[in-house]
């Protein structure tokens, strides 16, 4: 595992690239949340992050380009793997989220909402750095990545019909994982 981890300098440049790419791929096309998602959300989520969010429905979500190799990488330390984008039913880009559904359905959309607001705290540097770090540290085990982990917990609250600020609870959670410092909190009123 610790040689997996001396590749992490090497792969999270390549993954915010990637995100970056692929965000500036698809916004063109997107759109905004409709007013029933909007509603459905509102409360959860600060009112700016709905309304800048984009959804772009995709016939296939790719997967990033370098991903074989990252895998083969984690073969040969004996590390197995399933990782593949293909089966996933969406991915989020900064504020551009990917979904394989025309009408997406709201427990899908608060998930992806909660990858948009940890975006939106981190940066998209800090989420990558998370991510991929997540990754290693997890064996890279979807269900173990930190953030993928508290999205899914978050929306599972939500689905129960479980009402709290998903912007309060995220910052907490980050900064009790040392995602987030204190003094970094300011960013949040920006992107
Ligand atoms: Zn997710």
Known sequence: MSLLKSFLPSIAPKVQGWIEEQRAKHIGGARVLTDGEHERLAGYFPDAALTAARVKTVQRIENPPFLEGLLKQAAFFGIRVQFDFNGVSG????DCIL??????????????MVHVEQYRQLGTEGFVQAYVRGMVDGGLVYERI???AIASEMTARFAAGEKFNVADELAASLRARGYLQDDNTGRQGKC
């Open 91 to 94: 991915i989020t880009f900064v």
């Open 99 to 112: 979904v394989k559904e025309k009408a997406p359905s709201a427990d899908l959309l608060f998930h992806e």
């Open 146 to 148: 930190p953030l993928e």
